[in-house]
C-alpha cells in the first residue's frame, strides 16, 4: 500500500540525525512492548509479514504522532483483535475478561536468546529457475497495492540492473495478506540516483532488494 510508512525521497520531514550511543530501548515500557511482540510472533498466530503488514494499516496521523514501539504496539494489539485472542475491554483497563486460547506454540524465556539469534530466515526451495541474472537490466513495475508490498514507491517504474541474485525466498506481498508463503527469486537490483531523483541529486546510487514479480526486462514495457 502506498502508506506513510513509505517515506523514501518524500519531503518534509527532514534529514535522519542518527542518535550517538543510542540506547537499545528509550524507557522500560519499550523493553516489555518488544517482549510482547517478540512473544505473541512465536506463537505462530501471524507471519513477520503480516505484522508488518498491520504497522501499514496504523492510519497516517496515528502513525506519524506515534513513537517506533508505540506503532508496534498499536500493530499487535489490532492482531490480536483480530484474532480473537484479546477484548477492546481488556486492552482498556488491562483486566482478562476470557479464558486464554490454546495457542500453536509457547516462547519460553529459556529460549530467547536463542530465537533471536535464528531470527526469521526467509529462504526456501526454487519454485524454478531463475529469470534475472547478474548484469541484467531490468525495469520495476509501476504498482499500488491495496496491500503490504517491499517494493519502494520510489524506485517503482525505473530502470536498473541485477547485481545480485539472493535465492528463493518467502514472497512477502502473498504472505502478508494470508496467501502464503509463495516463495519467489530475490535480487540486489543497483538503481543509478539520477534515474530515480534526476540530475541535481547528491546520491550516486541506491540498492534494492526486489522480488522477482516486481521486476521485467528493461526493454518490455512494465505492466
Known sequence: MNGVHDMGGMHGFGPVRPERDEPWFHAEWERRAFALALAMGATGSWTLDQSRAARESIPAATYLASSYYEIWLAALEALMRERGLVREDELVDGRVRTPALALARR????DVATALALGSPTERPPPGPARF??????????????GHTRLPRYVRGHRGNVVAVRGAHVYPDANGMGRGEQPTWLYTVRFDGAELWGADTSASSVSVDCWEPYLVPAAERPA
Not at 516462547?107 to 529459556?110: H, Q, R, S
Not at 541474472?133 to 491495496?146: F, N
Open 133 to 146: 541474472a547478474p548484469g541484467d537490466a531490468v525495469r520495476t513495475r509501476q504498482m499500488h497495492p491495496d
Open 107 to 110: 516462547l519460553e524465556a529459556c
